[in-house]
């Protein structure tokens, strides 16, 4: 670790050893990539991208076998992983979830629909009306806001504003998630 | 009446009958839902499932099957709390430690095991056998390449069963082990009785677990009655479904559905596992004759798979169980053995009778749909609770 970097941690507050997986969707969302190196930089942990052409059964298998104390994924990027009566395979994982969506919810289609269990948080990034959300979305048990971020933003001065934002996100997540 | 449910995250069989019975009857309810490491302990959930329940008003939580954590939670807030299992054993430890708490109205369909409970005082644990939605079934029809993909002369649906029964078993001493193979081999053959509770005594279990610090003296591991009476039950059903199956797959097409393929089946078909909701009503439809054999451990009741087969409209054989003989005529809406003998003659008679299997699964079918419906099954739990009249 190079000492700015750990600098950088100490004074962000870094994730205590927790076991912690990135599920991305670097195909559809490029930004994704970008995005979890600055989630990353705070909150180390593995990076996972559901696009990478491994089957979604073996995908499951893996996540699972890495007994991730959270899971933090991207546009929902770990939806896609169904059982066998088209549920979210992610409920069955005994973990913290935080799903951080950076666009508004119309976007994520019936993804949304789907029953989420208690242990999952969604946040959005971008001014969705989180009254409204909670209203539309009954199977979404958590609902949370995100500061607003420029996630496309490849300045050096924003990226380094997204970090302090998840840095004092992750605090508040790990307090409410009971990390 | 508004009814929060509570499900299980890996999903429930029973849910969306359960669901859709409840839109039926005007009951408004939500559903949350968890995945639990431990069932007896889980701050977060606690802290979480407390705060729905003081977002919104509820007449009552209804789960499938027994959490003891939300029994607690509805406890704490004089919220009646609901369940009705189609699991047994519960596979809830400590159990007793809840059970009884005043909110609970508990729900089991195995009536031995119901009665066992209320004698030890647990009078708010009711019997209610399980229930089928047939009319939901009666909608299910397989196309043309779906009715040759499933059509075979004897179809099974389930698992294997890997019991600890042998691990345990290697542990004991000579005379413990002989008592052991003794106990299998007589509970093997007695159907509608399940002995084993009452054979594993507590001084058996002492010598068991005498013999094991014996061989080693700091070991922490102690084998508790349920836990080898749970692998004795497994090892008897492993033997008899693999016996009954490699038996029949010799004579005719033998079609297994399960999750994980068993290499000491020979000559039947492995098809992978089958969807709760889509496939097995087709496979149950499209196969002459459909095998029941139930976990030895389950007493008396009736299994969810026989009210799927039947309410599917399947030609049901099946393992002899007190309250199937109560409710259904053997050779009229059902067909039952009593060995492993009788097993294998009746499938052979009845793969060449079409016109009785065809009549019986009809009578089955009729029988279940109108004396095990949803609507019905559901209407009793909530009047025992109290919450309709």
Not at chain 1, 36 to 53: C, Y
Not at chain 2, 116 to 121: D, F, S, T
Request: aromatic share 14%; proline share 2%.
């Amino acid at each position: 670790m190079k000492w700015k970097h750990f600098i950088f941690f100490h004074k962000m507050g870094y994730n205590d050893g927790m076991n912690v997986v990135y599920l991305i969707n670097s195909k559809e969302y490029k930004y994704h990539l970008r995005m979890s190196e600055d989630f990353a930089t705070v909150v180390p942990g593995k990076v996972v991208d559901m696009s990478d052409g491994k089957p979604f059964g073996d995908r499951y298998y893996e996540i699972e076998e890495m007994h991730p104390d959270a899971i933090i994924t991207f546009d929902l990027a770990g939806h896609v992983l169904r059982t066998g009566n088209d549920t979210l395979s992610l409920n069955n994982i005994y973990a913290r979830f935080a799903h951080i969506l950076f666009h508004r919810s119309d976007r994520y289609g019936s993804d949304l629909k789907f029953r989420q269990n208690l242990s999952m948080f969604t946040y959005f990034v971008n001014g969705e009306d989180i009254g409204s959300c909670r209203e539309r979305l009954p199977e979404v048990p958590n609902i949370r806001e995100f500061a607003p971020i420029d996630y496309k933003s490849e300045n050096n001065s924003e990226r380094e504003r997204i970090r302090e934002v998840v840095s004092v996100w992750w605090k508040e997540f790990s307090k409410e998630a009971m990390l | 009446m508004k009814l929060l449910i509570f499900e299980w995250a890996a999903g429930t069989y029973t849910y969306n009958d359960i669901a859709e019975t409840l839109d039926g009857m005007g009951i408004s309810h939500r559903t949350v839902s968890y995945q639990f490491e431990d069932k007896n302990e889980d701050e977060f959930f606690v802290y979480r499932f407390g705060q729905v329940l003081e977002d919104d008003s509820y007449d009552a939580v209804f789960s499938v099957n027994y959490f003891p954590l939300v029994a607690k939670c509805c406890n704490e807030r004089s919220i009646k709390y609901i369940s009705w299992s189609y699991d047994n054993p519960l596979d809830v430890p400590d159990i007793e430690k809840t059970l009884g708490l005043p909110a609970n109205h508990v729900f089991l369909f195995d009536r031995i095991q119901t009665e066992g409970y209320r004698k030890k005082g647990f009078t708010n644990v009711h019997h209610m056998p399980l229930a089928v939605n047939s009319s939901r079934l009666d909608r299910i029809k397989a196309t043309k390449r779906e009715a040759d993909l499933y059509a075979s002369d004897i179809s099974f649906v389930g698992k294997m069963y890997d019991s600890m029964f042998e691990q345990y078993r290697g542990l004991m001493n000579d005379f413990c082990r002989g008592y052991t193979d003794a106990l299998v081999a007589a509970q093997s053959k007695v159907y509608g009785y399940y002995f084993v509770d009452e054979m594993l005594t507590d001084q058996f279990m002492d010598d068991i677990n005498a013999h094991f610090r014996q061989l080693k003296s700091d070991t922490e591991f102690t084998l508790d009655r349920s836990a080898l009476s749970y692998a004795i039950a497994a090892q008897i059903t492993r033997n008899e479904r693999l016996i009954i199956l490699n038996i029949l797959a010799k004579r005719m097409k033998v079609n297994v559905y399960s999750w994980s393929r068993c290499d000491l089946l020979q000559n039947v078909h492995y098809m992978g596992s089958a969807d709760y909701y889509e496939q097995m009503p087709k496979i149950f439809k499209e196969s002459k004759i459909n095998l029941n054999i139930t976990l030895k451990i389950l007493q008396s009741g009736i299994p969810l798979r026989v009210m799927d087969i039947l309410g599917a409209g399947g030609f049901l054989l099946t393992n002899y169980q007190p309250e199937i003989a109560e409710h259904f005529i053997d050779g009229t809406d059902v067909v039952m053995y009593e060995s492993i003998e009788d097993a294998v003659e009746k499938a052979l008679y009845y793969i060449n009778n079409d016109d009785k299997r065809r009549m019986i699964a009809r009578n089955g079918h009729d029988k279940a749909a109108q004396l095990f419906s949803y609507d019905k099954q559901l209407g009793e739990i909530l009047r025992t609770a109290g919450l309709i009249s």
